[in-house]
């Protein structure tokens, strides 16, 4: 059973979000911030309260309620071993760096927006986007090779 919750910004824009009781509050958010195309920082009810990411939906919120997104404003830095990136508030990836520990990611720029995770380790990124891509750069022998063709192929994915 899931239960409705309508996830809105101050600037008025809102979505419903269909969730589990039993999910903790940042799969909300995950699902509000890939809904609206926003990054965001937390939620808080119409009474004020900011709910912890870790508590159960069904600790704060019924079906029906709204809530309200604060938005993150600072870029997110991840480092790997010699190389880093940096997400924008828009989700836009830029990484900088040792070329063969994904300091170069310029073969799949264009492919880096709407970024809503990004992960690295010691030689390569892998970035999550909001349609469900993931785009990865770096070392191909060491996680840097094109991986949307292996998550399609297990079934975990849908055809680019």
């Given at each position: ?138 070392n191909a ?8 063709r292996l ?10």
């Amino acid at each position: 059973m899931t239960i409705r919750v309508s996830v809105g910004l101050l600037s008025g824009e809102q979505r419903d979000v269909e969730v589990d009781p039993q999910d903790a509050v940042w799969v909300l958010q995950l699902q509000a911030g890939a809904a609206l195309g926003a990054r965001l920082q937390g939620l808080v009810t119409p009474e004020g309260k900011v709910l912890a990411p870790h508590s159960k939906v069904q600790e704060s919120l019924r079906d029906g309620d709204a809530v309200t997104m604060l938005l993150s404003r600072v870029p997110r830095l991840h480092a790997g071993c010699a190389a880093f990136a940096v997400v924008s508030e828009h989700g836009e990836a830029l990484a900088w760096g040792h070329p063969q520990r994904g300091g170069d990611c310029s073969a799949v720029q264009d492919d880096l927006v709407g970024i809503l995770q990004l992960s690295t380790h010691s030689f390569a990124f892998a970035a999550l986007r909001r349609d469900g891509s993931v785009v990865t750069w770096g070392n191909a022998g060491r996680g840097g090779e094109e991986v949307q063709r292996l998550l399609c192929s297990s079934g975990s994915g849908s055809q680019p």
